[in-house]
């Protein structure tokens, strides 16, 4: 028998040598005395190679597979005499009822016919030949479509832009999500158009929507396998409306020094509402937010960054005239983060004091 040297180690595999099992106490082993009328004893056969196991570079990686797809990996392996192959999942012995292993002289195969999530773990190979064993583990990751984000609501509009914000879904479909799409639809057309793809956040902005109509939104979940098969729709509709012409009825009767006018509700017109950055028109940028509640504007930032200093304007426009205001905001830094003295820009206003105003300067 010749001696057991040092052996070689693939790549992607391991050696090592067994402790001596009881299943090796069923092979035929060399008896080193020879009495009187014993049998001829059975020497084992000599080692010409020791087992080894050539991975495949794209199974040295995680193998991903989409559910349904078929999962066929074949593995070459060497040793001499043959040696035995054994699959294990996770540790444990296969099921052979979805996967089925052939083991030639030379290689194994590991057949799934359509993948489950199920399937997805460890999987490892030992090639066996005597003491001297071999080993390669594979990762197998089955995925497939995200489920929906669990609800999308509608959470502002103004001018001809709408606020949305949105829960993520509760099954990501065994990966990683890349991103969520976002579509509008209006009622009049009732047809659906993409406004944001792989958007990372659970919220959006959506501009540039059309005066006159109303809207409805959804929102898909991605992942590596696709777009989810359903999605959310919002409960409440955008409805774009005019701006600058539309009657509103407000308290009439306000105060300005010591005389209380009254106008008629057909004269007080409602005024468009510019907001201005350093003189610059930030009206549909998605990074702010402009509200107008009961006579009150206000300006949010969304995610402040270190850029958004300045001298914002609210500038409010009628038939009649124009007032603004201007609010500075300072950006100031503490311990290496970011603070903010202002994060809004409140102007106090109601369209018929303004117009009482003009009324009065006419």
């Given at each position: 028998?010749?001696?057991?040297?040092?052996?070689?180690?693939?790549p992607?595999?391991?050696?090592?040598?067994?402790?001596?099992?009881p299943?090796?106490?069923?092979?035929?082993?060399a008896?080193?005395?020879?009495?009187?009328?014993?049998p001829?004893?059975?020497?084992?056969?000599?080692?010409?190679?020791?087992?080894?196991?050539?991975?495949?570079?794209?199974?040295?990686?995680?193998?991903i597979?989409?559910?349904?797809?078929?999962?066929?990996?074949?593995?070459?392996?060497?040793?001499?005499?043959?040696p035995?192959?054994?699959?294990?999942?996770?540790?444990c012995?296969?099921?052979?009822?979805?996967?089925?292993?052939?083991?030639?002289?030379?290689?194994?195969?590991?057949f799934?016919?359509?993948?489950?999530?199920?399937?997805?773990?460890?999987?490892?190979?030992?090639?066996?030949?005597?003491?001297l064993?071999a080993?390669?583990t594979i990762?197998?990751?089955?995925?497939?479509?995200?489920?929906?984000?669990?609800?999308?609501?509608?959470?502002?509009?103004?001018?001809?832009?709408?606020?949305?914000?949105?829960?993520?879904?509760?099954?990501?479909?065994?990966a990683?999500?890349?991103?969520?799409?976002?579509?509008?639809?209006?009622t009049?057309?009732g047809?659906?158009?993409t406004?944001?793809?792989?958007?990372?956040?659970?919220?959006?902005?959506?501009?540039?929507?059309?005066?006159?109509?109303?809207?409805?939104?959804r929102?898909?979940?991605?992942?590596?396998?696709?777009?989810?098969?359903?999605?959310?729709?919002?409960?409440?509709?955008?409805?774009?409306?005019?701006?600058?012409?539309?009657?509103?009825?407000?308290?009439?009767?306000?105060?300005?020094?010591s005389?209380?006018?009254?106008?008629?509700?057909?004269?007080?017109?409602?005024?468009?509402i510019?907001?201005?950055?350093?003189?610059?028109?930030?009206?549909?940028?998605?990074?702010?937010?402009?509200?107008?509640?009961?006579?009150?504007?206000?300006?949010?930032?969304?995610?402040?960054?270190?850029?958004?200093?300045?001298?914002?304007?609210?500038?409010?426009?009628?038939?009649?005239?124009?007032?603004?205001?201007?609010c500075?905001v300072d950006?100031?830094?503490?311990?290496?983060?970011?603070?903010?003295?202002?994060?809004k820009?409140?102007?106090?206003m109601?369209?018929?004091?303004?117009?009482c105003?003009?009324?009065?300067?006419?």
């Amino acid at each position: 028998m010749e001696a057991v040297t040092a052996p070689e180690v693939a790549p992607g595999s391991t050696l090592k040598v067994k402790e001596a099992s009881p299943a090796d106490a069923d092979l035929p082993q060399a008896s080193p005395q020879r009495g009187a009328g014993s049998p001829t004893p059975q020497l084992l056969p000599p080692i010409e190679e020791h087992p080894k196991i050539w991975l495949p570079r794209a199974l040295r990686q995680t193998y991903i597979r989409k559910a349904g797809d078929t999962v066929n990996l074949l593995i070459p392996f060497q040793g001499k005499p043959k040696p035995r192959a054994i699959w294990t999942h996770d540790g444990c012995a296969l099921d052979t009822s979805r996967v089925s292993v052939r083991n030639g002289d030379h290689d194994s195969i590991l057949f799934i016919r359509e993948a489950q999530r199920a399937d997805s773990g460890r999987y490892q190979l030992s090639v066996q030949l005597g003491r001297l064993e071999a080993t390669a583990t594979i990762d197998i990751l089955v995925i497939e479509r995200p489920g929906p984000p669990q609800s999308i609501k509608l959470v502002d509009f103004w001018g001809s832009s709408a606020a949305l914000e949105w829960t993520p879904p509760q099954d990501t479909g065994n990966a990683a999500l890349l991103g969520y799409t976002v579509q509008k639809a209006d009622t009049k057309s009732g047809l659906w158009f993409t406004v944001q793809e792989r958007c990372h956040r659970t919220s959006c902005t959506v501009s540039n929507l059309i005066v006159g109509n109303s809207y409805a939104f959804r929102v898909f979940a991605e992942n590596q396998c696709g777009l989810s098969e359903t999605a959310p729709i919002t409960a409440d509709l955008a409805h774009i409306q005019k701006a600058g012409k539309e009657s509103q009825r407000l308290s009439t009767e306000r105060t300005i020094g010591s005389y209380h006018p009254l106008l008629p509700p057909h004269l007080i017109f409602q005024p468009k509402i510019i907001w201005l950055k350093n003189k610059m028109d930030i009206q549909g940028n998605p990074k702010y937010r402009a509200l107008t509640h009961l006579g009150i504007c206000s300006l949010e930032i969304r995610k402040p960054g270190p850029f958004d200093g300045g001298i914002y304007t609210c500038k409010a426009v009628n038939p009649l005239g124009e007032a603004s205001v201007d609010c500075r905001v300072d950006v100031k830094v503490y311990d290496n983060s970011i603070q903010y003295q202002v994060l809004k820009a409140m102007l106090k206003m109601t369209c018929s004091l303004l117009l009482c105003a003009f009324q009065y300067k006419l």
